[in-house]
């Protein structure tokens, strides 16, 4: 038996919101079923990303994530000025140098932390 990943959950004030800014930020649209309780982006057409789905809780998150969304980009920098753009907040640029690695931690518009980092 093996384990598929049917997709990415986030807890939030408000799906249609939080489901508008990553369909911006992933290409993908926004299911035409979703509403004030639920939404999802990417059912139809997942791509390289699983679907994301989003559910109304009635409490607003409190700490950083204990799990998170690592993202790569050909051109991080673009990249994270586009999604900041979209509504997400820059926390920090990291780098490994001895591994060649580079990214950027950010918060989508409802604070869930998620990375960009250097193809």
Not at 69 to 81: F, G, I, K, P, T
Not at 83 to 89: D, I, M, S
Not at 105 to 119: H, K, Y
């Amino acid at each position: 038996m093996t384990l598929q990943m049917g997709g990415v959950t986030f807890d939030c004030e408000s799906p249609l919101k939080l489901a508008g800014f990553w369909s911006e930020a992933t290409g993908r649209p926004v299911d035409a079923m979703s509403n004030d309780e639920y939404a999802m982006v990417g059912r139809e057409n997942p791509g390289a990303l699983p679907p994301m789905m989003f559910l109304r809780v009635p409490e607003g998150k409190t700490a950083k994530n204990r799990c998170h969304l690592d993202l790569h980009s050909s051109d991080r920098e673009a990249e994270v000025l586009r999604l900041v753009e979209l509504g997400a907040e820059r926390v920090e640029d990291h780098e490994l140098a001895e591994f060649g690695l580079t990214w950027t931690v950010l918060r989508d518009p409802s604070g869930n932390e998620f990375c960009i980092a250097q193809d």
